[in-house]
Nanobody
Framework: QVRLVESGGGLVQTGGSLRLSCAASGRTFGNNAMGWFRQAPGKELEFVTAITGRNTYYADSVKSRFTISRDSAKNTIYLQMTSLTPEDTALYYC??????????????????????WGQGTQVTVSS
């Protein structure tokens, strides 16, 4: 049974930092795409960032502030968030593609590319 366990969400002030973790279990995701999406109140699910065996990808809104990384030995990905603003307030979801693919570039930002999802962790940035 594949499970994604997220942690690290919380309340932080504007300009602060937060580090999210997503630990996968049930199988090993070596080169599979793993990423983060977020959903703010009243808004659609938004791609944030993803990582594969070769590349990282970022939404324009976060690429200068967020960093995604992977610890393959722990089957875990991380999201280091800095310079947070209230606009970053959202429920952050971890997701993983069940299949290793030769090229993700055309689909990496599409939520339908991902097969397994965590429960989400809340990030709230205060003014």
């Amino acid at each position: 049974q594949v499970r994604l366990v997220e942690s690290g969400g919380g309340l932080v002030q504007t300009g602060g930092s937060l580090r999210l973790s997503c630990a996968a279990s049930g199988r090993t995701f070596g080169n599979n795409a793993m990423g983060w999406f977020r959903q703010a109140p009243g808004k659609e699910l938004e791609f944030v960032t993803a990582i594969t065996g070769r590349n990282t990808y970022y939404a324009d809104s976060v690429k200068s502030r967020f960093t995604i990384s992977r610890d393959s030995a722990k089957n875990t990905i991380y999201l280091q968030m800095t310079s947070l603003t209230p606009e970053d307030t959202a429920l952050y979801y971890c997701a993983v593609d069940a299949n290793e693919r030769p090229n993700y570039s055309g689909y990496i930002k599409n939520k339908n590319q991902y097969d397994y999802w965590g429960q989400g962790t809340q990030v709230t940035v205060s003014s």
